[in-house]
């Protein structure tokens, strides 16, 4: 059973940084595209960031220059270093990947169950 545990949400003070980390888990043979998502209360889920498996990286035009994505290929995590945090940042946010789980000759998209980042001005 392929599953996706985020950590490091929590309360920050604006101008304050925060570090996320999605740890994938199960009968895993490959992993694709990783992502980060947020969602906002009121608002639909955006995609923040994406990083592939060479380690090629994209941001949302609202997040560059503040977040960092990174992986871990041999640990099958990725990060998600949010720095100078705005209270507009403050969203659940979700980790997504493109898995390949041992035995199947094909990948799906599995989502954390997402974490709760919340920035106070």
């Known amino acids: 059973q392929v599953r996706l545990v985020e950590s490091g949400g929590g309360l920050v003070q604006a101008g304050g940084s925060l570090g996320l980390s999605c740890a994938a888990s199960?009968?895993?043979?490959?992993?694709?595209?990783m992502k980060w998502y947020r969602q906002a209360p009121g608002k639909q889920r955006e995609l923040v960031a994406g990083?592939?498996?060479?380690?090629?990286?994209n941001y949302a035009d609202s997040v560059k220059g503040r977040f960092t994505i990174s992986r871990d290929n041999a640990k099958k995590r990725v990060y998600l270093q949010m720095n100078s945090l705005k209270p507009e940042d403050t969203a659940v946010y979700y980790c997504?990947?493109?898995?390949?789980?041992?035995?199947?000759?094909?990948?799906?998209?599995?989502w954390g169950q997402g974490t709760q980042v919340t920035v106070s001005s």
């Open positions: 997504n990947a493109n898995i390949k789980p041992l035995g199947s000759p094909f990948v799906s998209d599995y």
């Open positions: 199960g009968n895993i043979f490959s992993i694709n595209d």
């Open positions: 990083i592939t498996s060479a380690g090629s990286a």
